[in-house]
Nanobody
Framework: VQLQASGGGLVQTGDSLRLSCAAS????????MAWFRQAPGKEREFVAA????????RYADSVKGRFTISRDNAKNTVYLQMNNLKPEDTAVYHC????????????????WGQGTEVTVSS
């Protein structure tokens, strides 16, 4: 499966953004999808994940209550709605997919998009 993330940008503290990740290739509805982010000089970290049919969602503690992951299998797209953004949310956001398990670990995902940059100014 090929993944293409979009929707990043430069925003101010407290603003909202919605990231999208469009997938092509094999049946999108069979994949677990996730968002990870990587800030400059830091390791890639888990943000959110969603099961293939959207019934199970997981979030990093740092984004709970502010970010929402969702998917539209008819459109082969997964979304990350980010509200009340903070400067510490600044990072390149990557979408990822696997066909096995909802995981918080990057190593569990074998398909990755190229990333979209989010910058939150204070």
């Amino acid at each position: 499966v090929q993944l293409q993330a979009s929707g990043g940008g430069l925003v101010q503290t407290g603003d909202s953004l919605r990231l999208s990740c469009a997938a092509s290739g094999r049946a999108f509805g069979s994949y677990i999808m996730a968002w990870f982010r990587q800030a400059p000089g830091k390791e890639r970290e888990f943000v959110a994940a969603i099961s293939s049919q959207g019934t199970t969602k997981r979030y990093a503690d740092s984004v709970k209550g502010r970010f929402t992951i969702s998917r539209d299998n008819a459109k082969n797209t997964v979304y990350l709605q980010m509200n009340n953004l903070k400067p510490e949310d600044t990072a390149v956001y990557h979408c990822a997919a696997n066909d096995r398990i909802v995981s918080l670990t990057p190593a569990a995902y074998n398909y990755w998009g190229q990333g979209t940059e989010v910058t939150v100014s204070s």
